[in-house]
């Protein structure tokens, strides 16, 4: 079992910062992709960025240019978040997905365990 914790959400003006980060703990050496996730009221859940185990990276359209994954050897994950806009106001997950084969963007993550989210307010 893997559980996730995310902290660093919370309130900001357009065109502010912001950056969370997902404390890993329990069997994370079976993780391979971490990823970000957030969901705004009323809308599905979608993909923000994921992040693999060698490094590589995948970022939606929507926040390419703006935000920043990365991780640690703990298997901790952060995304720095720059530019924000009202549009990025979401609850946003961490999720860990384990190796499978293959690749996985940020659009094909089927991820196995999730964090209970932080909240991201972006005000105009």
């Known amino acids: 079992q893997v559980q996730l914790v995310e902290s660093g959400g919370g309130s900001v003006q357009a065109g502010g910062s912001l950056r969370l980060s997902c404390a890993a703990s329990?069997?994370?050496?079976?993780?391979?992709?971490m990823a970000w996730f957030r969901q705004a009221a009323g809308k599905e859940r979608e993909g923000v960025a994921n992040?693999?185990?060698?490094?590589?990276t995948t970022y939606a359209d929507s926040v390419k240019g703006r935000f920043t994954i990365s991780r640690d050897n703990a298997n901790n994950v952060y995304l720095q978040m720059k530019s924000l806009e009202p549009d990025d106001t979401a609850l946003y997950y961490c999720?860990?997905?384990?190796?499978?084969?293959?690749?996985?963007?940020?659009?094909?993550?089927?991820?196995?365990?999730w964090g209970q989210g932080t909240q991201v307010t972006v005000s105009s």
């Open positions: 999720a860990a997905e384990l190796w499978r084969g293959g690749r996985r963007s940020i659009a094909t993550m089927h991820p196995d365990y």
């Open positions: 329990g069997n994370t050496g079976s993780i391979y992709y």
């Open positions: 992040i693999g185990s060698d490094g590589s």
